[in-house]
Nanobody, 124 residues
Framework: QVQLVESGGGLVQAGGSLRLSCAAS????????IGWFRQAPGKEREFVAG????????AYSNSVKGRFTISRDNAKNTVTLQMNSLEPEDTAVYYC?????????????????WGQGTQVTVFS
């Protein structure tokens, strides 16, 4: 049973940084993709970033490219999302998700497993 647990959300001023973690357990993830999604009030859940566990290949949405960095720690079975230069528009609940795959899916419907989410609030 795959379990994903997010942590690291909080309240931050615009221009600041936050670091989110996704602790993955229940199996080995060598052939998995781990993705980060976010959902703001009244909006659909959207892809933020993804990483292929086997070789750390990454993908980002245009809205976060250059500001966010996704990485994985094999020893800790953790995927981290480092978020810099945060903007009020980044305010949302952030979720990590997983699926066995080679290519990084951008659609939430393609992910099999989800965490419970962590709130990120950016104020100006």
């Amino acid at each position: 049973q795959v379990q994903l647990v997010e942590s690291g959300g909080g309240l931050v001023q615009a221009g600041g940084s936050l670091r989110l973690s996704c602790a993955a357990s229940g199996r080995t993830f060598g052939n998995y993709i781990i993705g980060w999604f976010r959902q703001a009030p009244g909006k659909e859940r959207e892809f933020v970033a993804g990483i292929r566990w086997s070789d750390s290949r990454t993908a980002y949405s245009n809205s976060v490219k250059g500001r966010f960095t996704i990485s994985r720690d094999n020893a800790k079975n953790t995927v981290t999302l480092q978020m810099n230069s945060l903007e009020p528009e980044d305010t949302a609940v952030y979720y990590c998700a997983a699926r066995p795959a080679y290519s990084i899916p951008y659609s939430q419907g393609e992910y099999n497993y989800w965490g419970q989410g962590t709130q990120v609030t950016v104020f100006s």
